[in-house]
């Protein structure tokens, strides 16, 4: 059973910093493609970022571009958010997920497995 661990989420002020993790467990020499979703309060779940699991470039939604980078620790079996100039519009539970030998997708319905989520909250 796949399982997904995720940490990192907090409170900050607009223009500051948050890093989360996520690590994936439970199918040894599974390689995956992972990512992050997050959904706000009275919106649906929307893409955020993805990996393929060979490393290539990472694949972001628009509102994110130049602001998020996500990066992967293959021996770890742990990617990591790096969220800088947050703004009050990226609060929401923030998901990560993984699909096993899939490519990276912005479909949620492409993967496999889910974290309980983070909560980001920024101020203004």
């Known amino acids: 059973q796949v399982r997904l661990v995720e940490a990192g989420g907090g409170l900050v002020q607009a223009g500051g910093s948050l890093r989360l993790s996520c690590q994936v467990s439970g199918r040894p020499f599974t390689p995956y493609a992972m990512g992050w979703f997050r959904q706000a309060p009275g919106k649906e779940r929307e893409f955020v970022a993805a990996l393929g699991w060979t490393g290539d470039k990472a694949y972001y939604t628009d509102s994110v571009k130049g602001r998020f980078t996500l990066s992967r620790d293959s021996a770890k079996n742990t990617i990591y958010l790096q969220m800088n100039t947050l703004e009050p519009e990226d609060t929401a539970l923030y998901y990560c997920?993984?699909?096993?030998?899939?490519?990276?997708?912005?479909?949620?319905?492409?993967?496999?497995?889910w974290g309980q989520g983070t909560q980001v909250t920024v101020s203004s």
């Open positions: 997920t993984a699909r096993a030998w899939g490519d990276k997708s912005s479909n949620a319905n492409d993967y496999d497995a």
